[in-house]
Nanobody, 125 residues
Framework: QVQLVESGGGLVQAGGSLRLSCAAS????????MGWFRQTPGEEREFVAA????????YYADSVKGRFTISRDSAKNTVFLQMNSLKPEDTAVYYC??????????????????WGQGTQVTVSS
């Protein structure tokens, strides 16, 4: 059974930084892209960033480009999201996701098969 466990969320002031981690277990994750999404109450899950298995390709939502950085340590099956210059509108539950199959980087939530439980990020103004 594939498990994704996020950590690193919390409360931070606007302009601050947080680093989210996603630890994956349950199978060998060779070749699969992973991503981060976020969701606020009553809204659709929103794409944040994605990264290829090698880490050589990344893809960001326009709203976070230049502020957030996705990376991964494939040897440790861990994906990270470094979030800098945080804004109140970044407040959301952040989810780690695994495509679970070979494919290109995607901003579409339904292209991801496995999801973590989420971690809350709150940015105060």
């Amino acid at each position: 059974q594939v498990q994704l466990v996020e950590s690193g969320g919390g409360l931070v002031q606007a302009g601050g930084s947080l680093r989210l981690s996603c630890a994956a277990s349950g199978r060998t994750f060779i070749g699969y892209a992973m991503g981060w999404f976020r969701q606020t109450p009553g809204e659709e899950r929103e794409f944040v960033a994605a990264i290829s298995w090698s880490g050589g390709s990344t893809y960001y939502a326009d709203s976070v480009k230049g502020r957030f950085t996705i990376s991964r340590d494939s040897a440790k099956n861990t994906v990270f999201l470094q979030m800098n210059s945080l804004k109140p509108e970044d407040t959301a539950v952040y989810y780690c996701a695994d495509r679970g199959s070979y494919g290109s980087l995607s901003a579409i939530a339904t292209n991801y098969r496995y999801w973590g439980q989420g971690t809350q990020v709150t940015v105060s103004s």
